[in-house]
């Protein structure tokens, strides 16, 4: 199965780089585990050519910070039929689906892994709070990427907002 | 009673944005403002650092244009370490930094025309906002969108081999830059398959803007007229005249065309150009010394460069160019919505570099530092796709930065800006009870025209980008709402 994780988020803004320290954590991981077909990609936002990036895979997996009122993290589905917001040269992620089946007519199984964060100012580092949700992050998604069979179509594998 | 109506944000723009348009007791307007959240606090908070960390920390400003930050940072350490204003640096690593900003000019340029004006052309900026939009145009013109998607991905490969990576990028360093390009990326460049190597590039860069020209031709006069004003222009212009985004002299003209700015060495910039604190916005107001607050405003960007410059150093782009300044008669051209023609002429003149650069055997050997003596302050100054962009530091015995000056792109177009939304307003507005929605992005068409930057960088999902306040004529706020992307 061909997947890509795609963490985004400004590293220099300190937990805004959650998605990306997540990514990379990932990466050594997978170098260790000898794992096949799984792309990492990072970048500061989501962006229209990134439609073109999730067209030729199966499995997509996008990380980001969030503010959102979350315990740690959530995982949901994104399918581009929701509000998709258009307002800057950043996407959503619904954004990027959307985009990638009217340009490209694929559909990628996407999902998107919300990480809560706390501080945002101009520094390098995540916060020891935003620390903790991003190992159960970790913890949640590695067996997903060892069998991702399990995720593709079966509802009862996310873990909602 | 007066009202006082809140349109926040302003939406494909950069970040985010709020325009308060204030009408009188007949419903005309009696005041606008396109009030700007900006880079606050970053200033400060170099101070202490190194100064060879200025090149990647600026990059914490923004993620949209890092690019530029990175260079003009650069540039400016370039004169604290001795290693010259623009011109004193290894030919390689001069022509490897002038890739990378050709390649990020290139990928900004496509994004905001394809992506962010087209709905507006394509569908009418009075159509149903449910189509207009860039999945109305993957819908309707696939053929845009995907160029428009394709063109952003080559230039931003092109970033990511002169920078090293899209994430905090330290390809440029004090006095130079840390690779030389590698033979399989310029081949990919040059030679692979379709659409992504520089032959397609080039091609699409002519076809978009027979498309403009011929939408131009069928639309002569809203375009011309749509909130049209004459200015000053301000950028920066090789030494002979010619248009040099990455370095060159300040010149201004005034909207005859009359010379303000003859060729100034821009480490001299603060001698020739203040900026004005208002009470209502966070972002500052520049202004020409010498013609003082009132006259002394500018515009930059693209409509400024190609008002400055007297040729420009590529054969198609120049030919674009003679046609566009026949439009205006040889004189400068002031037509808002005009900036998207001269984007579109720099969109192809950024392929036309990139073309030459990545032929030049420079970009593959070569020296790529210099050293020189150490000095105390450094300006560096670039042609950022919104315009001209300026960083300044000073360090101290310690090597530590004392301080930071930066007067971004959108800066420099802040008052331009506030006055083609008043333009916008009295000519959609005046004598109206209701505000609808074409008069709301008729407004906002006036501003993307800048391309504006108000990005704060940090874009976590939930971190409120929609935030609409209602005040009444007594400054009481009335109602207030927020949302959140997706």
Known sequence: MRILIYGYGNPGRQDDGLGIRLVERLEEWSVLKGLDGVTFENNYQLNIEDAEAISDQELVIFADASEEEIDDFCFSKVDGKGKLSFTTHAASPGYIVKLCHELFQKEPCVFLLHIKGYEWDFKEGISDRALVNLDRAFEYLTPILEDPTHVIGSPGHLKLC | ?486
């Not at chain 2, 930057?453 to 009481?476: E, N, Q, R, V, Y």
């Open chain 2, 1 to 486: 009673m007066a009202q006082k109506i809140t349109i926040e944000p302003v939406t494909r723009v950069e970040g985010h944005g709020k325009v308060t348009i204030h009408l009188d007791d007949n419903n005309n307007v009696a005041e606008s403002r396109f009030h700007i959240v900006e880079f606050r606090g970053f200033e400060r908070f170099v101070q202490g650092r190194p100064y060879w960390e200025a090149p990647v920390l600026v990059q914490r400003l923004c993620g949209i244009c890092p690019v530029s930050h990175h260079l003009a940072a650069a540039k400016a350490i370039d004169v604290l370490v001795g290693a010259g204003t623009g011109e004193g640096l290894t030919p390689t690593g001069e022509k490897m930094r002038r890739l990378m900003h050709y390649g990020q000019m290139f990928q900004s340029h496509a994004l905001h025309f394809f992506h962010l004006v087209s709905p507006d052309l394509l569908f009418g900026i009075d159509a149903d906002p449910a189509i207009r939009n860039v999945i109305g145009v993957a819908l309707e013109h696939k053929d845009l969108a995907v160029q428009g998607v394709m063109m952003r991905k080559f230039g931003q490969e092109i970033i990511r081999a002169t920078a090293g990576k899209k994430i905090h990028g330290t390809g440029a360093i004090p006095g130079g830059i840390n690779k030389h390009l590698s033979p399989e990326d310029k081949e990919s460049f040059l030679n692979g398959p379709d659409p992504l190597n520089i032959t397609k590039m080039l091609d699409w860069s002519q076809s978009v803007l027979e498309f403009f020209k011929d939408y131009y031709q069928k639309n002569q006069s809203f375009i011309d007229d749509f909130a049209a004003f004459p200015s000053n222009h301000l950028s920066l212009v090789r030494k002979d005249g010619a248009m040099d985004l990455y370095h060159g002299v300040l010149r201004a003209v005034d909207s005859e065309g009359n010379k303000i700015l003859d060729d100034v060495d821009y480490q001299d910039y603060e001698q020739y150009i203040e900026e004005e604190v208002r009470s209502w916005s966070y972002m500052k107001f520049p202004y020409l010394k010498s013609l003082g607050k009132e006259k002394g405003w500018y515009r930059v960007g693209p409509l400024a460069r190609l008002n400055t410059c007297d040729f420009i150093p590529s054969p198609l782009a120049q030919a674009e160019f003679e046609q566009y300044k026949a439009v205006t008669h040889g004189k400068p051209n002031n037509h808002c919505l005009h900036y998207h023609y001269a984007r579109l002429i720099e969109l192809l003149h950024s392929a036309e570099m990139m073309e030459e650069l990545l032929n030049d055997p420079d970009l593959m050997e070569g020296e790529l530092v210099v050293k020189g003596t150490k000095v105390k302050k450094g300006i560096g100054l670039l042609e950022a796709p919104r315009g001209t962009l300026f960083h300044h530091y000073e360090i101290n015995e310690d090597d530590q930065l004392t301080k930071a000056n930066l007067i971004v792109s959108t800066t420099n177009n802040n008052e331009p800006m506030n006055r083609s939304v008043n333009c916008v307003a009295h000519s959609w507005m005046d004598g109206k009870q209701e505000i609808t929605e074409p008069m709301m992005n008729a407004v906002e068409v006036a501003i993307r025209a800048y391309d504006p930057c108000l990005s704060c960088a940090t874009h976590a999902l939930g971190k409120m980008p929609l935030d609409i306040s209602l005040f009444d004529a007594d400054g009481k706020l009335l109602d207030r709402k927020w949302d959140s992307i997706e």
